[in-house]
């Protein structure tokens, strides 16, 4: 079985919230996406480009990691929070984007942090979208965490009873306060960083560290501007 | 219905193993035999491990990486615990250094065979899976890593892979660099974590406790990865301590070979990366095609370990480790990467074909179909079966007839 070689460079860009701010770096580094690319109706996932060489996907967050890791886009932006969730060792981040900065935090009700002894802790029941990187993060203070997997409205799983802790991303952290939580500690700070894939880098090594020259460039442009 | 779901239920097999039907299982194996016979021209001598051993000897040294990928059982008879290989490279290292100790060096062995590890990876979901490999141990010369840099390669090209590129990383320089500037193991281990992940941002971060400048010393390390004369270029404009450069001589001298030998093959450098050479103990190499996801092949230099406690006394190099290197190719990956394998001149012998014109056409390299019993008659009858069998040819009046389907 032999898979035809992709020649075709493609750059995986997550739908949503990031998009808007990852869109002025992919137009400073060159890349024009199709006018379909803008077009809320269409229903269109692979875009081509003003370079002919390279194509873009629009995908779920979580996705662009794991395109990026089979390969099947060479290219992607992902938040690190993403990356360090699947931990996947065929992605390399060579650059932060300074991006979509927010944090990944554990947060409780506010009636749960008098008279909690976070020491006498074994075991903890999280509702979370971060499974492993929460796991990670309470065996290394030797407590089990019993996750789990929530793929939104994390903030409602205290009140009605699902569980007591969350861990979740938080940017302002209005939505924490106005569902009754505290947030009591930040696992990570999170920022999107241009993923690559391994074996794209190893074996197109020129274009691609072409690329992530000319996102450095984009990146540090607009620090100065800033 | 009932049936049915009973022989579905009976071809389930356990995550990650396959049942390789044909064309591809005789194809397997013929690509397995001429990798090794390109080997065994370069004079390797092929030799064959079992797949159990005692536990303690098959992690031992460069073993000890595959610890968590080993499938342990009980051995009934000797009480003690066995581990099933996952890799067969210790195995060879330790014949060369128990049994073999006494063989003159450098020695050159080649091995084929199936592994099992406890689990599959992101990019082989097998748990199953051929390695075909070398190994050049008692030789401690850049010559020595190129040579088998160079036989891969060729023996790669003759199978039709094409697209092909050599990435070479040096896991000893890191570690290195950490000691010139006089980083402790913690925080070596953090600078690895962020490396592996080619972790810019990380780096960056750890600067607060490293020191700025070290951690654009590390950036630039990264941002050395590429094109080999790029790699060698950016690696030359920076300041480096006496441990980095002499850890550095190594691939410098590996790639010169390299670029003198075989001007054509395209090489990458990585020297940040240490995933997957935990063991490894100078320039390691991995084989990458454009367009197959994996690895073809891995390999690099390491050290075989000390033979003391295997009980048998023969050895002189007890306490002696021997430097080595070697190669492994992975069959799973490999076969994506060739071009599918020759199914023509397969011929359909009809009933009362003469056995001899059989053996004239096996011997001349066909593969022969014969019937088992006649036809119903005509020779149409006996060209659907062919096709049914699927077969190109049909005997014909004793002369091989290409196979026309009936529109």
């Not at chain 1, 629009?58 to 886009?73: E, I, L, N, Q």
């Not at chain 1, 789990?148 to 939505?175: H, Q, W, Y």
């Not at chain 2, 990264?222 to 006496?242: K, S, Y």
Request: with cysteine; glycine share 8%.
């Amino acid at each position: 079985m032999n898979i035809p070689a992709n020649e075709k460079l493609v750059l995986a860009l997550p739908k949503g919230r990031i998009l808007k701010e990852v869109m002025p770096l992919v137009h400073h580094v060159g890349i024009h996406p199709e006018p379909a690319f803008d077009d809320d109706s269409s229903r269109q996932l692979r875009f081509s480009t003003n370079i002919e060489n390279v194509d873009i996907i629009r995908v779920r967050s979580f996705d662009v990691a794991t395109f990026v890791a089979f390969g099947a886009a060479h290219l992607g932006v992902a938040g690190n929070d993403v990356l360090m969730e699947f931990d996947f060792p065929e992605i390399y981040a060579p650059l932060d984007l300074d991006i979509g900065h927010c944090r990944i935090s554990v947060a409780e009700p506010t009636e749960l942090v008098e008279g909690d002894d976070p020491a006498t802790w074994s075991s903890v029941r999280v509702a979370t979208k971060y499974p492993a990187i929460t796991a990670k993060h309470f065996a290394a203070r030797g407590v089990q965490a019993e996750c789990i997997k929530l793929n939104g409205a994390m903030e409602l799983a205290p009140t009605l009873g699902l569980c007591r802790r969350i861990v979740d991303l938080v940017s302002s952290g209005a939505t924490l306060t106005a569902n009754n939580l505290v947030e009591i500690e930040v696992i990570t700070e999170v920022t999107s960083r241009l993923a690559v894939n391994r074996a794209a880098w190893k074996t197109r090594p020129a274009e691609i560290n072409d690329w992530i020259a000319r996102f450095r460039d984009a990146v540090e442009t607009k620090s100065k501007a800033a | 219905m009932d049936a049915t779901n009973d022989n579905a239920s009976k071809a389930l097999l356990p995550a990650g193993m396959n049942d390789t039907l044909p064309p591809h299982a005789a194809y397997e194996a013929s690509v397995v035999e001429k990798i090794m016979t390109c080997f065994g021209g370069h004079g390797y001598e092929r030799v064959k491990p079992p797949l159990l051993e005692f536990e303690e000897n098959l992690l031992r040294g460069p073993g000890a990486a595959m610890a968590n990928q080993t499938f342990r059982l009980m051995d009934p008879v000797s009480q003690r615990m066995m581990g099933l290989r996952a890799d067969i490279t210790p195995q060879v290292a330790r014949i060369a250094t128990t049994r073999l100790s006494g063989a003159p060096r450098p020695l050159r062995l080649s091995y084929a065979g199936q592994i099992l590890r406890v689990k599959g990876t992101q990019l082989r979901a097998d748990r199953q899976f051929g390695q075909v490999g070398v190994e050049l141990i008692g030789a401690d010369s850049p010559v020595a890593d190129a040579e088998i840099i160079l036989m891969a390669a060729s023996a790669l090209t003759n199978l039709g892979v094409s697209n092909m590129s050599v990435d070479l990383c040096l896991p000893t320089l890191v570690p290195a660099v950490c000691r010139d500037l006089g980083l402790d193991d913690a925080m070596e281990t953090h600078i690895r974590a962020a490396l592996d992940g080619k972790d810019a941002a990380g780096i960056t971060e750890l600067g607060t406790k490293i020191g700025d400048d070290n951690a654009t010393l590390f950036n630039n390390l990264l941002a050395a990865t590429g094109p080999v004369a790029d790699t060698i270029t950016a690696l030359d404009a920076l300041e480096l301590g006496r441990a980095a450069t002499e850890a550095l001589a190594p691939l410098k001298a590996v790639v010169s070979v390299l670029q003198a030998d075989a001007p054509d093959l395209v090489l990458t450098a990585d020297v940040v990366e240490n995933r997957g050479w935990e063991y490894h103990t100078g320039v390691t190499f991995t084989f990458f095609t454009r367009g197959v996801r994996g690895e073809l092949g891995a390999g690099g230099r390491y050290g075989t370990s000390a033979s003391g406690g295997d009980g048998d006394g023969d050895s002189d190099n007890e306490d002696g480790i021997e430097p080595a290197t070697g190669l492994t190719l992975f069959m799973d990956t490999l076969l994506r990467a060739i071009p599918a394998g020759d199914t023509s001149r397969r011929i359909y012998l009809p009933s009362g074909t003469p056995r001899v014109q059989g053996d004239e056409l096996r011997a001349a390299g066909w593969v022969t179909v014969p019937a088992l019993g006649p036809a119903s008659g005509d020779t149409d009858d006996d060209a659907t079966e062919a096709a049914r069998l699927g077969c190109d040819h049909i005997m014909v009046d004793g002369k091989p007839q290409p196979l026309k389907l009936a529109d």
